[in-house]
């Protein structure tokens, strides 16, 4: 019986054997037996945090990017440089839109074909200091990958004939979650200010749909 591969970015970084792969997400590279297999490229000013992900030549594997209005914390993942729609590998987003400060980071996983996002393909759940992430797939009790953090180094165990391009992405957006939300990060001020507004926008929009009757909007009067 052949083994499941799982293959989100690529099926080049599906292995038939567990590997250790090491992300210093500080200095944007992953390593495996330490010999750099990614590194992160940003641009000076992204108001989206985009993040493109290359191998050893420059070659973009795939770019990461938030959306800027979402209750969830959305984040989308396309091929290569690209970032747009039809190029959509898979998106990502909060568990719950209430996260009190400190709660686990939770990421519910859809492929692009899943449009319709009723039931996530993987999870994601992870420590709210990140000391600890587990990566899952639907309907199976294996994980597919477990990262540990040792001082700032990303130490991910990744099962075998899983793409470890996709787990890489993934824990991106951990580390992404994280910065964001604590507020100290290597992310100019411009980035978190964009975030806070991308929530305030979305509230905003909903206090106004549950307050709609026909055409008319309710509004307190001064």
Known sequence: MAATVISVINSDYCVANSIKLNIDMDKGVAYINDEVIFRVKEPSISLRDRRAVCDVSGNPIFTLQKKLITLHGRWEVFKGASTDSGDLVLSAKRSSILVPHKKNIDLDVFLAKNTEEIVWDFKVSAGA?????????????????????????????????????FIMALLMMVDEIDHLK??????????VAAEAFGEASALIAIDAAVTTDGDDVTADQP
Not at 132 to 144: E, K, N, Q
Not at 182 to 191: A, D, L
Request: no cysteine; glycine share 8%.
């Open 182 to 191: 604590s507020g100290h990060n290597n992310h100019n001020t411009t980035e």
């Open 129 to 165: 200091n990140k000391k600890t992430a587990d990566i899952s797939a639907r309907g199976s009790s294996t994980i597919l990958a477990k990262m540990k953090n040792n001082r700032g180094m990303f130490e991910v165990e990744v099962q075998p004939n899983v793409d470890y391009g």
